[in-house]
């Protein structure tokens, strides 16, 4: 509980105001990092306690950088359906815990995209990560009605010989937009 409550108030606070003018957001996903889903690797890390980054935890995954940076991610899926035309905000804390000798920053790529084949993403960026933790965020408008389900927060950080670490992922509906 303690969790969720310093994530949505950490995450209510960083939201644009004007949103938050309309009503408090609530995450339509799971914002807890010992809730994701890691693909690509033999076993799944477990996230760990870390009390440098908003609401106290961390998924922290070590990829080897071998083949496309989609060979391993981690899905934070949507629990909720979605409306044609609802605006949609990707919020997450990311950054490179353990890197080769010499190496500062990486690259990952976040994005809203179906969770199943064929994965099209409704948006997505590629982001800088260093090893300060920072908080992401990446808009977009729901194209179509989609089904609970059936849209997931993607993450592929397969981008070389790196620990990536994430924090609290939420999704916020804010509906229809004028």
Do not use: C
Request: charged share 15%; hydrophobic share 45%; aromatic share 8%.
């Amino acid at each position: 509980m303690k969790l969720g409550f310093a994530m949505i108030a950490g995450l209510i606070a960083a939201a644009p105001l004007a949103a938050q003018a309309q009503s408090e957001p609530v995450p339509i996903n799971n914002p807890n990092p010992a809730t994701f889903q890691v693909y690509g690797l033999p076993s799944p890390p477990k996230s760990v306690k870390d009390d440098t980054v908003q609401g106290g935890r961390a998924l922290p995954v070590a990829v080897n950088g071998v083949g496309t940076p989609y060979a391993v991610g981690v899905n934070v899926p949507i629990t909720q359906a979605v409306k044609a035309g609802d605006k949609l905000n990707l919020m997450f804390f990311a950054r490179l815990q353990k890197a080769e000798p010499g190496v500062t920053t990486t690259k990952i790529a976040g994005q809203i995209q179906l969770s199943g084949a064929p994965y099209t993403a409704i948006a997505g960026k590629q982001v800088d990560l260093t090893s300060e933790w920072k908080l992401f965020t990446l808009e977009a408008i729901a194209d179509k009605d989609y089904a609970k389900g059936q849209l997931t927060a993607a993450f592929h950080i397969n981008t070389g010989k790196q620990t990536v670490a994430l924090g609290l992922v939420a999704v916020f509906d804010y509906g229809k937009q004028p």
